[in-house]
Each structure stands twice: as structure tokens, then as C-alpha cells.
């Protein structure tokens, strides 16, 4: 079993549309977690980091649920510039240089 | 540009031959990663420094990979006797500070082992 798992997709939604990621991990000890997008042939970059309580930016709302072991990202009224690949990472300790990455969940928002 | 630089951007090598890719953080980030990412997959951790020193490394990470940031600033992965296995995305991030901290990617070098 992978240490983060997401679900691949693809999703494909159309413009206006909510859609939501899952993402589990399988270390209780794990601290830290972030979502980061990663267009086709380019880098990832960071989207948003995690908290605990959750967290919103603009149209994205992030949530943790540590009991359950999983993080969740909500994109609402989706744009076509959103079609990218959403990689879920977990760091074990806050001060731990190890990401774990998932293998990303692809969206593809169509007009 | 003041970003994460990586070169070369790409390169192909013959089985067996040993290859070395060079990073360059943002100037002031004290965190260096290697990661190693192939079509479908997400990064996979390699190693990290912070500063100069090498603090985590793979298991996954044969002995025929190598990485060094010598004067804490840029850094070099070396990959010895290449195999066809080898051939990935090689990305590098930096990152400031001492706790986990946005990730700043670089372009990546892509290895072809033929």
C-alpha cells in the first residue's frame, strides 16, 4: 500500500462545476500536508497547505480529518484554467524533510 | 530569474555511462530536494540537505546515486553505471526556513538512458 493515496481520475467537469479530491495517507504520524498543482510538462507549485481547522483560498477549501487519515481539497465554480494534475503531500513531523507525494488526481474542466 | 534553475534541462546517455545534474536554489533557502518523477507518478523523494548537510536519503536511492551541496548553496546529483530504469524527470526544490515550508520547483532535467 502507497503512503499517500488519490484517486487518479481523471475528472472531467464542466465549467462552473464543484469537484472534490481525496487523498489518504497511511502514517498516523504524519504533520503536515499540502496540495500542490502541477501543469502538463511543468513543476508542481504549492496550491495551499493544510490546517487543521481547514482552510480556504478563494475557490479552493482544504480540510484534514486526522481520525480518518485523509485531506481533502474542494474547488468550487471551476475555471478551465484549473485543468491541471493535484498532487496531495504529507510530511511526518513539522520539521521532517521527507514529502511524500501522491501520484496526483488530473481535472479537466471543459467548456 | 531568481528561481529554482536545474542543468541541464535534458539529457541522453548510453546505459552505463555516469551522468551529473546541477541545481541552483533561491539564493537564500537553506533546503535542498531531490526528487525523481516518471510519466503518471508523483515526485518521489530522493534526499535532502539542509545547508550543506545531507540529512535524509531514500531507501529506494541505490548506491549508485549520489548528491552533494558543498557550500550550501547549489547542488549535484551524480548517477553512476546508468540504466534504462534511470530515465526519469530529475526535479530539484528549495525551500527557507527550518520547518516544512513551500517547495519551489525547478524545470527539472530529463534522463534519457537508451
Known amino acids: 500500500r502507497k503512503e499517500v493515496e488519490q484517486d487518479p481520475g481523471p475528472f472531467n467537469v464542466p465549467e462552473g462545476a464543484t469537484v472534490a479530491f481525496n487523498c489518504t495517507y497511511s502514517?498516523?504520524?504524519?504533520?503536515?500536508f499540502f496540495w500542490y498543482r502541477q501543469d502538463c510538462r511543468k513543476e508542481p507549485k504549492l496550491l495551499m497547505s493544510v490546517y487543521s481547522s481547514g482552510n480556504e483560498d478563494g475557490r479552493f477549501t482544504a480540510q484534514l480529518n486526522r481520525a480518518s487519515q485523509y485531506i481533502s481539497l474542494l474547488i468550487r465554480d471551476s475555471k478551465l484554467s484549473d485543468s491541471a494534475t493535484y498532487l496531495c503531500?504529507?510530511?511526518?513531523?513539522?520539521?521532517?524533510?521527507?514529502?511524500?507525494f501522491g501520484d496526483g488526481t488530473t481535472l479537466t474542466v471543459k467548456p | 530569474d531568481t528561481g529554482v534553475s536545474q542543468d541541464p534541462r535534458h539529457k541522453i546517455t548510453k546505459r552505463g555511462q555516469n551522468v551529473t545534474f546541477r541545481c541552483d536554489p533561491i539564493s537564500e533557502h537553506n533546503r535542498l530536494y531531490w526528487y525523481r518523477q516518471t510519466l503518471g507518478q508523483g515526485p518521489e523523494f530522493l534526499t535532502y540537505f539542509q545547508n550543506e548537510a545531507q540529512l535524509e536519503k531514500s531507501r529506494l536511492l541505490s548506491d549508485r546515486f549520489s548528491a552533494e551541496r558543498p557550500k550550501g548553496s547549489f547542488s549535484t546529483l551524480e548517477i553512476q553505471r546508468t540504466e534504462q530504469g534511470d530515465s526519469a524527470m530529475y526535479l530539484c526544490a528549495s525551500s527557507l526556513g527550518l520547518a516544512i515550508n513551500e517547495q519551489f520547483f525547478g524545470p527539472g532535467t530529463r534522463l534519457t538512458v537508451l
Open positions: 502514517n498516523s504520524a504524519s504533520q503536515s
Open positions: 503531500v504529507v510530511n511526518i513531523g513539522t520539521n521532517a524533510g521527507k514529502s511524500t
